[in-house]
């Protein structure tokens, strides 16, 4: 439905000429600076100056947000840290995470709604109004609301994969967890589960929770895999013998 409704509000838009695009958004009367009254611009880093677009506090109000778990470097990763504080703030971590992670999927898939995000000759006015038609309906929380209506005005939507990264990394820190999936080939009985929990617990930050889970993949022929959230650690018996392989291939491409 979200899909279906962004097409074609995408679609009317496109027909109308800058002064109905105005009347367009005026209709909407949906009102989404980033992050509301909970941010002074003090606290919003120079490059992301879109999400100061705020309703000022009262100039003796001094509004603190909680400290980010992580320091990250970027455009993107300060727009994602400014959500993260708020989404904290109202106690909506997870239900944010999920909502960008939605909006990514939607931008990725949808031809209509990714050129919108990517185009910089799709005038602001317009941009602005089919994302606060989209989320206007949306049971979406006000964070996420915000934060995509003020990422349409400053056309930053192409962003929101970043965005998404890098909230997700500030919501590993803040839950001092570390996901990992362990691919071996047949099922591991307990003495081999503890053993690979421990070779992946090196990979595990002082101070971090190994999450772990199984997966069972045949192709691997023996061995096994971790996949964590950055990075792969390949010992499986398939690796080593593609590992082989290539060697033999690339001394017989010598000797020739």
Not at 150 to 175: G, H, P, R, W, Y
Not at 182 to 203: G, H, N, S
């Amino acid at each position: 439905m979200l899909a279906r409704a962004a097409t074609l509000l995408i679609r009317h838009a496109e027909a109308v000429q800058a002064p109905a695009a105005v009347h367009f958004v005026s209709a909407l009367a949906v009102s989404s600076p980033l992050l509301g009254p909970l941010v002074t611009p003090a606290s919003i880093p120079s490059q992301s100056r879109m999400m100061s677009a705020a309703a000022a506090p009262s100039p003796t109000a001094e509004i603190k947000l909680p400290t980010a778990p992580l320091q990250l470097p970027g455009t993107s990763a300060s727009i994602a840290t400014l959500a993260w504080q708020c989404a904290f703030k109202e106690n909506v971590l997870d239900k944010v995470q999920d909502e960008i992670h939605q909006m990514a999927e939607v931008i990725r898939t949808l031809p209509e709604l990714r050129r919108l995000a990517t185009d910089p000759f799709v005038p602001t006015v317009v941009r602005k109004a089919i994302v606060e038609s989209i989320m206007k309906d949306s049971k979406a929380t006000e964070v996420t609301k915000r934060l995509f209506v003020s990422m349409a005005e400053e056309n930053c939507l192409a962003a929101v994969f970043e965005v998404a990264a890098a909230f997700d990394d500030l919501q590993l820190a803040d839950k001092k967890e570390v996901y990992v999936t362990i691919v071996t080939a047949a099922p591991l009985d307990k003495m081999e589960k503890i053993e690979l929990r421990k070779q992946a617990e090196a990979f595990v930050p002082p101070g971090f929770k190994l999450v772990s889970k199984e997966k069972l993949d045949k192709k691997l022929l023996g061995g096994f895999i971790l996949e964590f959230e950055d990075r792969l650690v390949d010992m499986s018996k398939a690796k080593k013998i593609e590992e082989y392989n290539n060697m033999v291939a690339r001394l017989e491409a010598d000797l020739l």
